[in-house]
């Protein structure tokens, strides 16, 4: 008996030596310097040396990477700046790019190994939520709040019998949350729920985790909710700033007793300033202020600091004593950092679109387009309170401005409250004031109807931030003024009307040009394609008559907004109006054409509107004077070509409505062109004319389904670049080409020559077409010949498939695979791209 178990004991020490030297042998990477396995500094092994990260563009994406290959759960932070301390040896790996499925960190895309400009004061952190064994809540930040530990997979609270700083000291120091300031009970935090694991726990203060001090035991108490206790640690910040848009400039604000409340300005200066911008690490004091400069504060007034300027923390500092002063908030002290950093965008249609700005130590600077990426206009638009990004602006789209450029590159993760929150890099670009980069955000926060008789007409105005501004004529159609009368409730839009109906309006004009399909419910749904380059004055401020207004039930006409024809709405048999009264319609020209045929709105073939139907026109006399005219009038650009071959897309229907057009050229529109009249010729849909503008845009894969990505746009095709292209974007791609609604991870290989005409392509999951995608402006690339090459899911539709199979010379209505412009070859059967 005694053999036999000494033989299992032996065999089990065997095995477990066995598996230790192969969990060892397969071990890529390590974390070193935390409380637990799974938090610390990332290390790397690589050729028989172990080595740290960089963090440079280190995310959560790849601390994902780095808990599952450890097997340490969820990633909880992924920190940066030596956080658990500088490593020693090669820094192995520098600007990580994990998709966040690799099995193993060595798998993720890097610069290269050791190939890093970076020293170990820059050495990448992760903490996952296996190393989570107990956390803070409810408190002004992790290292403040009710103290809640994870058991048996269930987060629970501690009783605060016999709670006290030693206890506390362990749980600032298991979360790396520095010394403990304050230990507190009575619920201080708020009352928690669920089960309370322990009860008069007693630590040594020496122990790694709570869960190690001595306690009742695990739920054996006699307390309820109101007893939970809480900790403040010291890195939890004792001072803070608000009302400044910015963590380095604000109203000083200063915790005690666990309540935040101000400073007053009595003495104030600049040596106050230097404690509270080295203590919030923002540098030198630019500026000390007073007088309420950031608005006043509430809660107490808690000091009247007088400091020397050499003191760790404002509560070091002399005063009268916590809350003896004779001040009110309009007397709260502030603060300018040189670190403060403070974004704004101008020369822009509106307060939430313009070129970007920082300020730094007390001067603006202009962004260069290549740090600035859309993770940090979300930012700058969440700063701003304007919304989401709408698009990124390149090559001085908002002019070049006259101050410093800003080169260093800005790293947001996206989700930050301010830009000034976000790490910067110390790499530079060359950048000149022709690479200020701009930007379009959604803002708008309201929107009326002025000077009309009621609510539901009058002149337009919208409110951004807390400007209102008028709206211009030019940006303005029946789509978005239906829009807006559903969003006012006010029914559906009967007119757009000119200033001359509700007068002109006075202050900002915005020039936003919003692209509505008519079917949304509010305005911010539809998306903003540009911003108006027409002259624009308080002379063309739009207005805009809802069916709910007494306006429209004074003309009498009850119309859906669907009638072929005026005479088909309702209306009474007699109207009683003076010549006051009379309506007057002005019919936007671009409402008149339209180009079908080609999936988009800038090519097809030509129709226009007249006496209630849509015609084609005949190419007889037709030229590429009067195709320009087209293309101006749609806002299409020019026209990229005369197209030769007859109903080049396709034959149309009904009415050939013109003939023998002639234009100069110079037209505002074609109905100001010659012509042989409305509905004469001697034509038939054999010879509709068609027309391709230098705006058509198109995407195409080079095999089908799969290849690289290649775009046409002012008349050629071109590559679309590798550069950040996610996800989002090839399942947008796939489902705007038919081939399944998601595709494989982007890939690079080499494309067309010499042509780059897309960079940064990178959609978001709330774009609806690619076109909305933001991007690097057309043929601005940064990319030689690193193309992106995609492969759609298998499943691809039915739709698709048919398209792709039964194109004809004489019946071509949408699109083949490698559609536009097309050749129609040998007349049966046959599809190819022209060159």
Not at 403 to 418: D, F, H, L, P, V
């Amino acid at each position: 008996m005694m053999r036999s178990l000494k033989m299992m004991l032996l065999l089990k020490l065997i095995t477990a030596v066995y598996h230790t030297s192969v969990a060892q042998k397969d071990i890529n990477v390590k974390l070193a310097g935390g409380h637990s396995r799974c938090a610390g500094r990332v290390e790397v092994l690589h050729r028989g040396q172990w080595g740290t990260v960089c963090d440079n563009s280190w995310d959560m994406t790849d601390a994902a990477v780095v808990c599952r290959e450890l097997d340490c759960g969820e990633p909880v932070d992924a920190l940066g700046d030596a956080h658990f301390g500088p490593g020693s040896g090669p820094v192995w790996m520098s600007y990580v790019m994990c998709t966040g499925s690799e099995s193993t960190l060595k798998n993720c895309g890097s610069t290269g190994w050791g190939k890093t400009s970076c020293d170990h004061y820059k050495d990448a952190g992760v903490r996952c939520s296996d190393s989570v064994n107990v956390r803070l809540v409810n408190g002004s930040s992790r290292c403040a709040g009710r103290v809640e530990v994870l058991h048996r997979g269930q987060w629970g609270t501690v009783c605060d019998e016999d709670w006290d700083m030693t206890d506390a000291a362990v749980v600032c120091r298991e979360l790396d949350c520095g010394e403990p300031v304050d230990s507190l009970g009575d619920a201080h935090f708020g009352q928690g729920s669920g089960p309370i694991w322990m009860s008069n726990v007693l630590c040594t203060g020496t122990e790694s985790t709570l869960k190690k001090c001595g306690s009742t035991g695990w739920n054996k108490n006699y307390c309820d909710h109101t007893g939970d206790a809480g900790v403040i640690c010291s890195d939890s910040m004792n001072v803070r700033v608000g009302g400044g848009n910015s963590r380095c400039a604000g109203r000083v604000e200063v915790l005690h007793r666990g309540q935040w409340g101000t400073v007053c300005d009595d003495d104030w200066d600049l040596a106050d300033a230097a404690v509270v911008c080295r203590e919030l690490d923002c540098g030198e004091p630019v500026d000390a202020l007073s007088d309420a400069h950031f608005g006043p504060g509430s809660g107490p007034i808690w000091m009247s600091a007088l400091c020397s300027g050499m003191e760790s923390t404002l509560k070091n500092c002399r005063s009268a004593g916590w809350g003896t002063h004779t001040c009110t908030h309009n007397s709260d002290a502030g603060v300018i950092c040189s670190d403060h950093k403070h974004s704004r965008l101008i020369d822009g249609p509106h307060l939430c679109s313009g070129r970007i700005e920082l300020n730094h130590g007390n001067t603006w600077y202009t962004v260069c387009d290549a740090v600035f990426d859309q993770q940090d206009a979300e930012v700058v638009c969440r700063e701003l309170d304007c919304g989401a990004p709408v698009q990124v602006l390149g090559a001085a789209a908002f002019d070049k401005g006259d101050t410093q450029m800003w080169t260093q590159e800005i790293q947001c993760r996206g989700n930050e409250s301010y830009i000034s929150f976000c790490p910067t890099s110390s790499f530079k670009h060359n950048c000149t004031n022709e690479n200020a980069i701009g930007l379009l955000c959604s803002g708008h926060t309201d929107l009326r109807l002025v000077n009309g008789q009621d609510s539901c007409s009058g002149r337009v105005e919208h409110q951004y931030l807390s400007k209102w501004g008028t709206v211009c004529d030019a940006c303005w159609d029946m789509r978005a003024a239906s829009v807006l009368c559903r969003q006012l409730n006010c029914g559906i839009a009967v007119t757009v009307v000119g200033s001359d109906w509700f007068g002109e309006g006075s202050g900002e004009i915005w020039a936003d040009v919003f692209d509505c399909d008519g079917n949304e419910t509010k305005l911010s749904e539809c998306s903003i394609s540009s911003w108006s380059r027409a002259e624009c004055s308080h002379r063309r401020d739009v207005g805009v008559i809802c069916s709910n207004s007494s306006l429209a039930l004074h003309d009498g006409m009850q119309c859906s907004g669907s009638e072929a024809h005026l005479g088909n709405c309702s209306f009474p048999q007699t109207l009683n109006c003076s010549s006051t009264q009379q309506l007057y319609i002005t019919c936007l020209g671009r409402g008149s054409i339209r180009l079908v045929g080609s999936g988009g709105d800038c090519a097809g073939r030509l129709e226009v509107f007249h006496s209630g139907s849509w015609g084609t026109v005949c190419d007889d006399s037709w030229d590429i004077k009067d195709a320009h005219v087209v293309c101006r009038q749609l806002q299409c650009g020019v026209a990229l070509s005369n197209q030769q071959v007859p109903a080049w897309f396709g034959p149309g229907s009904g009415h050939i409505w013109l003939d023998e057009v002639e234009c100069e050229g110079n037209e505002t529109s074609l109905g100001s062109c010659s012509s042989s009249g409305w509905g004469k010729h001697d034509c038939n849909h054999k010879e509709d004319v068609g027309v391709v503008c230098s705006e058509f845009k198109e995407i195409r894969l080079t095999e089908g389904c799969e290849g690289n990505v290649e775009v046409f746009y002012n008349g050629s095709w071109g590559n679309v670049c590798y550069n950040q292209m996610n996800r989002d974007t090839v399942s947008l791609i796939c489902q705007e080409l038919n081939c399944g609604r998601s595709g494989s991870e982007p890939g690079y290989s080499e494309g067309l020559k010499p042509r780059n005409w897309l960079d940064y392509f990178k959609c978001r999951r709330h774009d609806s077409t690619l076109w909305q995608c933001p991007s690097s402006p057309w043929g601005q690339t940064n990319c030689d010949n690193e193309v992106a090459k995609i492969t759609c899911s298998e499943e691809e539709s039915q739709q698709s498939l048919q398209s792709r199979l039964t194109c004809s010379g004489s019946s071509y209505q949408r699109k083949c695979s490698n559609h536009v412009p097309l050749r129609l070859s040998g007349g049966k059967g046959r599809c190819s791209t022209e060159g």
